[in-house]
Nanobody
Framework: QVQLVESGGGSVQSGGSLRLSCAASELTFGDRIMGWFLQAPGKEREGVSCITSSSDTTYYGNSVKGRFTISRDNAKNTLYLEMKSLKPEDTAMYYC??????????????????WGQGTQVTVSS
């Protein structure tokens, strides 16, 4: 079965940095659009960043542009999210996801099929 295993979350102070990783198995990782999503308490899950299979196209939510960077290493079947200048508003559970779709589609949860367990990011002031 497909597994997405996340790591790198934790608690940091405002202005700090984290690097999230997502290791994929039993998945044709190099052919898949991948994404990072967040869900804060009481709010809907939303797209943080998505990336195409060859890294030629990326998407960032407005709130993270200029601060977060998505990348992937297809040889290692691993997805990354570099998070800098973290703010308390970034506090949420962060999920790695993989899509089985081909073509053009949005970085929204309904377009993704496999999900990691989530990793908590907490940013304090």
């Amino acid at each position: 079965q497909v597994q997405l295993v996340e790591s790198g979350g934790g608690s940091v102070q405002s202005g700090g940095s984290l690097r999230l990783s997502c290791a994929a198995s039993e998945l044709t990782f190099g052919d898949r659009i991948m994404g990072w999503f967040l869900q804060a308490p009481g709010k809907e899950r939303e797209g943080v960043s998505c990336i195409t299979s060859s890294s030629d196209t990326t998407y960032y939510g407005n709130s993270v542009k200029g601060r977060f960077t998505i990348s992937r290493d297809n040889a290692k079947n691993t997805l990354y999210l570099e998070m800098k200048s973290l703010k308390p508003e970034d506090t949420a559970m962060y999920y790695c996801a993989a899509s089985l779709k081909y073509g053009v589609f949005g970085c929204t949860p309904e377009n993704f099929d496999y999900w990691g367990q989530g990793t908590q990011v907490t940013v304090s002031s």
